[in-house]
């Protein structure tokens, strides 16, 4: 999409969030080399950095740290944020629309399921729904 | 049927293809480092800017053209079959075929007539991977003119669609005044005693076989079927009446191949 815009000069900015456990699929990694090699500056990435995937903790299964390294070595422009706090996500996002010549990574740390005492943390609520009462319980806390 | 003269249907892809790029600007090429023998490397010398090396990365480079075709460009995307579908089977599937994208997949060097590249390039299984796909067209050409017939069609419908292509030179088996139409297969002769489907690379062995066997009575007919997906069922139901037995030459596995779409 940031190649095909880039194409049209439509001056389109395309955004994509990945998680840090998918940073261990190769694909990552051909497309990342290909928005370098393209100049692709109209491509932001934001990695939700939350160090769990599935099966447990990302560096415990197969480490991909460091990732802030690996993505400047690919080419990209890196900034690591904490991904709670808005104003370091709005300085970050404004600060990638002034990068020329490459893509930017936004790395943002953040916990799992953060504000909810029974989810923070916890691989377990990587992929599974919570049962209504659960719901209700999650809801309180975080209003 | 003069079948001495020769062209490879991957060269005969290439040339259609830059003649296409000539007359729409919407059609984007990406190879994966082997634009020299898939032959996009006459389109990429005419249009550079419309030309995409994507590397080794068969994956991204159909990921890539699926995010082209979502701004309404036509990517033809080629490599080798066995890393144009054998490699990417999950980025066709989850982000050109479900969400019907115009990709266009043109796969050279198909099946075991590769040769000497040896196993591991002889894509004997790509005709069973592609149409398994829900929306994708697969097509797969016999000769020039039918080659650059099929690859100006496909440039025109809004579809996903696999294009086998050979590596090597296969004759020429039809002339100007042959019409060809997308989803129906081409008869070649009245025979009764047999049917042969064949596809790509064995419809000429096929007439080949036809004239040999003509030589000592047995009259036999040849199907080309150079659309397989949606196949031509009324004149497969149509030969099945007709002659006596139904086979198919395949370049292949039996398993998912020609003789699959018809029994």
């Known amino acids: 999409m940031a190649l095909a815009s880039k194409l049209n000069h439509e001056g389109i900015r395309v955004y994509c969030i990945c998680g840090d456990g998918e940073l261990q699929e190769g694909q990552i990694w051909e497309a990342a080399m290909t928005s370098s090699h393209y100049k692709l500056d109209n491509l932001c990435l934001i990695v939700d950095n939350n160090n769990l995937q599935i099966d447990g903790k990302v560096d415990e299964v197969m480490s991909i740290y460091p990732i802030d390294e690996k993505f400047r070595s690919f080419g ?42 029974f989810m923070e943390n916890v691989a377990d609520w990587h992929g599974k729904a919570p049962k209504d009462e659960e719901y209700k319980l999650a809801m309180e806390e975080l209003n | 049927m003069n079948l001495e003269i020769t062209k490879a249907t991957r060269q005969s892809y290439g040339e259609k293809l830059a003649e296409l790029g000539e007359k729409n600007k919407d059609i984007v090429v990406l190879d994966a480092d082997l634009s020299g023998a898939t032959k996009t490397s006459i389109f990429a010398k005419k249009f550079p800017e419309r030309f995409f090396d994507m590397g080794i990365s068969e994956q991204d480079m159909m990921s890539t053209a699926a995010g082209l075709a979502t701004f309404e460009k036509i990517p033809f995307a080629s490599s ?62 016999s000769d020039d003119l039918q080659t650059k017939w099929a690859v100006e069609e496909i440039s025109k419908i809004k579809e996903p669609v696999y294009l086998r292509l050979c590596r090597y030179a296969t004759p020429l088996i039809y002339d100007e005044t042959q019409k060809f139409e997308f989803g129906k297969g081409i008869q070649i002769g009245e025979g009764t005693d047999a049917t042969i489907f064949a596809t790509g690379v064995t419809v000429s062995e096929a007439i080949k076989a036809k004239e040999e066997l003509e030589k000592k009575g047995i009259n036999i007919r040849v199907i080309d079927i150079h659309t397989i997906k949606p196949i031509d069922e009324e004149l497969i139901i149509k030969c099945a009446k007709e002659t006596k037995k139904l086979i198919s030459i395949e370049d292949h596995n039996i398993i998912g191949g020609l003789r699959n779409c018809y029994f």
């Open chain 2, 80 to 141: 080798f079959a066995m890393f144009a579908c054998g490699r990417t089977y999950d980025q066709i599937r989850n982000s050109i075929a479900y969400p019907n994208l115009n990709v266009k997949i043109c796969a050279s060097h198909a099946g075991v007539t590769v040769g000497e590249d040896g196993a591991t390039h002889q894509m004997i299984e790509d005709l069973g991977i592609m149409r398994g796909m829900p929306n994708m067209v697969v097509m797969c050409t």
């Open chain 1, 76 to 117: 990209f422009e890196v900034i690591n944020i904490d991904g709670h706090d808005m104003n370091q996500i709005i300085n970050a996002l404004n600060k990638a629309k002034t990068v020329k010549g490459k893509p930017t990574a936004i790395i943002a740390k953040t916990i799992k399921g953060k504000g909810v005492s």
